[in-house]
């Protein structure tokens, strides 16, 4: 056999491993769930459970879900960010290496930040104030709103 012929079959196993290991992955872990709007979604791993708890007797249970709040606005950006999301977490979950309860990181925390902004535009519009370096943070003071309030 040429060494090119045996490259090529190593790469086809190697990406045919990899693809049916990530079909197993997403099929296991309910992957298709995620790319829907369901809260219950987000119960699919455990340390989500005090976080849809707590959503479920917040005041924004009656108009708001988790991909309001969690997710951007945008289909492209929605889309990206679940993905970025899922992959992080899958990584996160797998090896064990995530915080319990499970905290935000700082690109989730604009998304977020941007998703208040959205819908509450009437109110951040009045407190930000042209003179100021930067806009107020929503979730620095309203930190609890939608889980914990």
């Known amino acids: 056999m040429r060494t090119d012929e ?87 979950f797998t090896t064990g290496r995530f915080q319990d309860p499970i905290r935000i990181n700082d690109r989730n925390r604009q998304v977020t930040e941007n998703a208040c902004r959205n819908c509450h535009s009437a109110v951040t519009h009045q407190i930000d104030m042209p003179w100021r370096d930067q806009p107020l943070s929503c979730v620095r003071c309203h930190e609890t709103v939608g889980h914990l309030e």
Request: charge should be positive; glycine fraction near 6%; aromatic fraction near 14%.
């Open 6 to 92: 045996v490259f090529r079959g190593l790469a086809l196993f190697f990406a045919c491993a990899i693809f049916g290991l990530g079909v197993y992955t997403f099929v296991f872990a309910q992957g298709a769930s995620y790319l829907a709007n369901d809260p219950k979604a987000c119960m699919n791993c455990h340390v989500m459970n005090d976080h849809f708890s707590a959503w479920t007797k917040s005041t924004h249970h009656s108009v708001a879900v988790c991909n309001d709040c969690h997710a951007p606005h945008d289909i492209v950006g929605k889309y990206y960010t679940k993905a970025l999301n899922g992959w992080n977490h899958s990584v996160a």
